[in-house]
């Protein structure tokens, strides 16, 4: 187990690296999925700070799925008082809507416990007001996310129900670019991220 030291030293490396750091999207053309069987999150993870974020949390909650934790950009408790000894036990599917920093430092830690990042999304403001969702994943995610071209302001509700119906057999990853028109002023600059961390397959 990573000491508390260590931890933090992962997070300050996140800290220091660009947004957009995260590895390349492939571009295998869409596959039809084995198997509509979604993986059971045990946990989706909110960033309390961000309006967006506690929306996305909200929706988890209304769908009745796993049980919601919420954070103020730092993962460190959740880490070393319940996800590192779940892990260690089994390998359970965990999600979010967050900053990079987050999901970059439990992408890392997850590779210890064979499990990896399935699906990820960047949500960025563009300076026109609308929203780019930059998005990788099983193709059948992806197909489900074209609604996001109309959600506007609700688009995190829409990544929560994504996120809920990740798919346990996932073809090769592809990705898509999606933009919705102009909505509310967010109050978060940076992209967001949301992803689904899931036990890797053999």
């Not at 460190?76 to 965990?94: G, I, N, Y």
């Not at 830690?109 to 990788?136: C, F, I, K, T």
């Amino acid at each position: 187990m990573a000491s508390r030291r260590e931890f933090l030293q992962l997070g300050m490396a996140a800290l220091a690296l660009p947004i957009s750091v995260h590895p390349p999207f492939s571009s295998t053309p869409p596959m039809k999925p084995a198997s509509d069987t979604s993986v059971g999150l045990y946990k989706a993870v909110f960033d309390e700070r961000f309006s967006e974020s506690v929306a996305f949390a909200y929706e988890v909650k209304a769908l009745g799925k796993p049980v919601v934790h919420g954070i103020k950009g730092d993962i460190t408790d959740l880490w070393f008082h319940e996800l590192h000894a779940r892990w260690k036990r089994e390998p359970v599917a965990v999600a979010g809507l967050t900053g990079h920093g987050a999901v970059f430092c439990l992408e890392r830690l997850a590779w210890d416990h064979r499990m990896r990042v399935v699906y990820r999304g960047e949500h960025q403001r563009l300076p026109d007001g609308g929203m780019q969702h930059l998005l990788s994943g099983p193709p059948s995610m992806l197909r489900e996310a074209e609604n996001l071209s109309v959600s506007g302001a609700d688009w995190p509700k829409l990544i929560a129900r994504l996120v809920t119906r990740c798919p346990v057999v996932r073809p090769r990853a592809t990705t898509t670019t999606i933009v919705s028109a102009a909505t509310a002023r967010t109050d978060k600059s940076d992209p967001l991220i949301s992803w689904v961390i899931a036990p890797r397959m053999a």
